[in-house]
């Protein structure tokens, strides 16, 4: 069971996938893209919808993930396996395409819990080190043969240098002698048919003994081998064949090698491809900032849900611009399964339903989509979709003939599924429940007699209501927006048209039937008043009532709008008094902490002059003689101002001292903010806040890291007079050094990436605690060298630098680390 692909074309799905084949990295990974279609079986879209957010949420973490420089080798191992010779550069691709596998294999392996699929992908890609290690030893970074493939070879190589070096000094010696000097034409050396000649004149011929090759055109000049180094040709030639022999004998070996693990290498391939799809599915999703809509099980012969099944919220189309787009609220299978959606031409009604479609398609198809949350679809087994004007003069078909075609197969499906014995699942139960199928019809019943249409429109819809489907139709007949109303399990929608303006709003409003408004704008644009009047009176009275009723409904819908609005603006009054009363309680707590502390600054000084007084008393009862009567006395006098110091004090206290306030609003966090990381019990400095992610940037002594906002709270300063408390100790949990590869490549970069990306690189693989890092930069022009080399040259964690070597030559630079 699959989606029609007419449905497929209809809803623009072809552009969908066009736009997704950009984001893949190789040409396989693209063919899924362009082939990709919807599935139609709950657990595979929810599988398929896992794989995506998991391959989104690893991306988020890691942007510079990909599958390294992969290619699409099936047909080249194809031909290896039935005998075919490869070439040295194909050879290299394969090994490539093998190491990309590997490394990817190894990094999914290392991810933690919440990337099941990705992991299992990855456990599947096979690991062939004895053939890349095989392609490696003889073929070199261009392709071609190493000398070091065989000792044969490097005889054979040595040998042909020795012998063109010996070819060579005999026919310079020749063509500067003095014996030919009248004799060539010009004192070169130059080849023909594969054979090192001298150019003599035709006229001389007989001068120089030889092999005649080649005359030039004018017949002037002969291009001779002279007698003397027709050996050393032949000796050459010789070396040079057997060098050819030796190289296609090693080419063959390693085609060998690669036949035998054909079947590896082409899983390997299959599976690098869909887990570049899964990759570029998360890219796309992260362009389109589309979210992952719930996927939920439901059949219309379920129980009424509390939620509907089909729910769209702030949808947008996603082949219109990001910038104009108007998000839209749709849902169905609740209290109704099909919406008729009325308005004027050019409103919107066209694109509500193509971004029904084309969501519910893009769903099913393991793709998020661009909404917001909530967000659910069921999965349907049938998505039908008549649009547009498809009248055929070949059929002779009208548009009416063209769209009632439609409908009629539409139909007959439906009936022949309902029909159709129910297949056993995998336990062998019989799912007897009826499939689940969306279908959506553009002007309904349009393109004949408005009464018949009409007719014909209403007994459709009463059929898709007895066959349990969900649809979406649209329509200008308001006999159908009267049926809507009446009749249960359908609902009115209308997109929304400014009269003033002129201009549709394309807002799509559920439970408010739309209007045609074409009298309206007639009279906005200044057509007669009585012309509009005459018209009104042509128009049936039953239409008219219903006219009036959907000005009524609206006029009522504009009353609350404006009721909603006023509310919202009494709201935002409350909030300003409530933050002005706030200010005002914290500015009279200050002034009453003001007062006390000079209060209790007079009182302390009353009780030190009265302390000073007894003091005074004391020296002068040890001076003079006076009756311990009388100093009990004055001490009872001085504790008695004491406790009436302390009374008014405490009178004071009572007498400011108001109703606590309300705790003020806590302000949102900043930068420059001082906060608390619970997760890992540091303090850090916030340097940059992302609103839509709800996450911040935190400086944390030498590191920076990414915290959502619910893990920080704002630090506050203990007072000066409070007693500083010390913490326990406790156990501080840093972040795990990030696993980083000892091999970076870089090949196919451009210039302008390498500096931030490169960075990035050696930070974490400091932090890994690697010694040494390998960087692949291929040889080419050397641009991209030279590129790396100044990074590294200037970069605080470099030691030290130098080419490969052995390991690579100067398309490797090996990097020292400073030690930690």
């Given at each position: 069971m699959s989606i029609p692909e007419s449905s497929l074309h209809t809803l623009e799905f072809d552009a969908i996938r066009d736009r997704l084949a950009h984001y893949t990295a190789f040409s396989a990974s693209r063919e899924l893209a362009l082939s990709l279609t919807p599935a139609t079986d709950l657990a595979e879209v929810r599988q398929r919808q896992a794989l995506t957010a998991e391959a989104r949420?690893?991306?988020?973490?890691?942007?510079?993930l990909s599958i390294g420089g992969a290619r699409d080798v099936r047909r080249a191992v194809q031909h290896a396996a039935r005998g075919g010779i490869l070439d040295g550069v194909t050879l290299r691709e394969i090994a490539a395409t093998l190491q990309s596998a590997a490394l990817l294999r190894q990094r999914l392996s290392r991810l933690d819990a919440r990337f099941p699929h990705l992991i299992d992908r990855g456990n599947t890609l096979p690991a062939l080190p004895q053939v890349v290690e095989a392609i490696e030893r003889a073929i070199d970074d261009d392709g071609q043969v190493l000398d070091s493939a065989s000792p044969t070879l490097a005889r054979l190589r040595h040998e042909v240098r020795v012998a063109f070096n010996r070819l060579h000094e005999r026919l310079q010696s020749m063509i500067h002698s003095s014996a030919l000097a009248n004799a060539l034409q010009e004192p070169i050396v130059t080849v023909r048919n594969g054979r090192y000649v001298i150019p003599v004149k035709a006229s001389h011929r007989r001068e120089v003994r030889g092999l005649v090759h080649d005359q030039s055109g004018s017949g002037a000049t002969l291009y001779i081998e002279p007698m003397a180094v027709v050996e050393l040709n032949n000796r050459w030639r010789e070396l040079q064949s057997a060098e050819a022999e030796e190289v296609q004998r090693i080419l063959s070996t390693l085609s060998e090698q690669v036949g035998a693990a054909v079947s590896a290498i082409t899983s390997a391939v299959s599976t690098l491809a869909a887990l570049d799809l899964a990759f570029a599915l998360?890219?796309?999703?992260?362009?389109?900032?589309?979210?992952?809509?719930?996927?939920?099980?439901?059949?219309?012969?379920?129980?009424?849900?509390?939620?509907p099944p089909f729910r769209l919220t702030r949808a947008r189309h996603p082949l219109l611009p990001t910038d104009t787009v108007v998000p839209i609220d749709l849902w169905l299978g609740g209290e109704f399964s099909i919406l008729l959606i009325t308005g004027p031409n050019t409103g919107g009604k066209t694109v509500a339903l193509k971004t029904a479609g084309l969501l519910a398609l893009?769903?099913?198809?393991?793709?998020?989509?661009?909404?917001?949350?909530?967000?659910?679809?069921p999965v349907f087994q049938y998505i039908f979709a008549d649009i547009g004007d498809e009248q055929s003069i070949e059929q002779s078909l009208s548009t009416f003939s063209s769209h009632m075609a439609n409908i009629i197969r539409v139909l007959q499906t439906l009936d022949a599924a309902q029909q159709a014995p129910p297949a056993p699942d995998e336990q062998g139960l019989f799912d007897h429940r009826r499939s689940v199928a969306l279908?959506?019809?553009?002007?309904?019943?349009?393109?004949?007699?408005?009464?018949?249409?009409?007719?014909?429109?209403?007994?459709?819809?009463?059929?898709?209501?007895?066959?349990?489907?969900?649809?979406?139709?649209?329509?200008?007949?308001?006999?159908?927006?009267?049926?809507?109303?009446?009749?249960?399990?359908?609902?009115?929608?209308?997109?929304?048209?400014?009269?003033?303006?002129?201009?549709?709003?394309?807002?799509?409003?559920?439970g408010i039937p739309g209007r045609s408004n074409a009298l309206a704008i007639a009279a906005r644009l200044g057509l007669d008043p009585a012309l509009i009047?005459?018209?009104?009176?042509?128009?049936?009275?039953?239409?008219?009532?219903?006219?009036?009723?959907?000005?009524?409904?609206?006029?009522?819908?504009?009353?609350?709008?404006?009721?909603l609005q006023r509310a919202e603006e009494l709201r935002a009054d409350a909030e300003k008094y409530r933050d002005r009363l706030a200010a005002e309680q914290q500015a009279f707590a200050a002034e009453?902490?003001?007062?006390?502390?000079?209060?209790?600054?007079?009182?302390?000084?009353?009780?030190?002059?009265?302390?000073?007084?007894?003091?005074?008393?004391?020296?002068?009862?040890?001076?003079?003689?006076?009756?311990?009567?009388?100093?009990?006395?004055a001490e009872k006098r001085l504790a008695a101002a004491a406790e009436q110091s302390q009374q008014a004090t405490e009178k004071l206290r009572q007498k400011h001292a108001p109703t606590a306030p309300p705790p003020p609003a806590e302000r949102p966090l900043q930068v420059g903010d001082t906060v608390h990381i619970a997760s890992i019990g540091l303090n850090g400095e916030i340097v940059a806040i992302d609103q839509e992610d709800g996450t911040a940037t935190v400086q944390v002594g030498g590191f920076r890291m990414t915290v959502k906002l619910s893990e920080l709270k704002?630090?506050?300063?203990?007072?000066?007079?409070?007693?500083?408390?010390?913490?326990?100790?406790?156990?501080?949990?840093?972040?795990?050094?990030?696993?980083?590869?000892?091999?970076?490549?870089?090949?196919?970069?451009?210039?302008?990436?390498?500096?931030?990306?490169l960075d990035r690189y050696l930070n974490d693989a400091y932090l890994a605690g690697l010694h040494q890092v390998r960087l692949i930069h291929g040889k080419g022009t050397g641009a991209l060298r030279q590129v790396v080399r100044d990074v590294l040259a200037t970069h605080p964690l470099v030691a030290s630098f130098s080419s490969g070597g052995r390991d690579g030559g100067e398309g490797v630079t090996i990097a020292t680390l400073i030690e930690q």
């Open positions: 949420l690893l991306l988020e973490a890691w942007p510079e998360a890219r796309y999703a992260i362009a389109t900032r589309s979210i992952a809509p719930e996927i939920v099980e439901w059949r219309p012969d379920d129980p009424p849900p509390a939620e893009m769903a099913q198809a393991g793709m998020q989509i661009p909404a917001d949350q909530p967000s659910r679809l279908v959506l019809f553009d002007e309904l019943g349009a393109g004949t007699d408005p009464v018949e249409g009409a007719a014909l429109a209403r007994a459709i819809i009463g059929r898709l209501l007895e066959l349990g489907v969900l649809a979406i139709a649209t329509t200008h007949y308001a006999e159908l927006k009267a049926f809507a109303y009446t009749t249960p399990g359908v609902q009115n929608a209308s997109v929304e048209f400014d009269v003033e303006t002129l201009a549709p709003t394309y807002r799509l409003s559920i009047e005459q018209a009104r009176l042509f128009i049936d009275r039953k239409e008219a009532q219903v006219e009036d009723l959907l000005a009524g409904i609206q006029r009522e819908r504009d009353a609350t709008a404006a009721a009453r902490e003001a007062a006390l502390a000079a209060a209790r600054q007079e009182i302390e000084a009353e009780l030190r002059e009265a302390r000073q007084q007894l003091r005074r008393l004391r020296e002068e009862f040890r001076s003079v003689n006076i009756s311990r009567q009388w100093l009990e006395e704002r630090t506050k300063a203990q007072a000066s007079d409070e007693r500083r408390y010390t913490p326990p100790e406790r156990s501080v949990n840093l972040p795990s050094a990030p696993d980083v590869s000892m091999t970076f490549d870089m090949r196919g970069w451009r210039a302008s990436e390498v500096s931030d990306r």
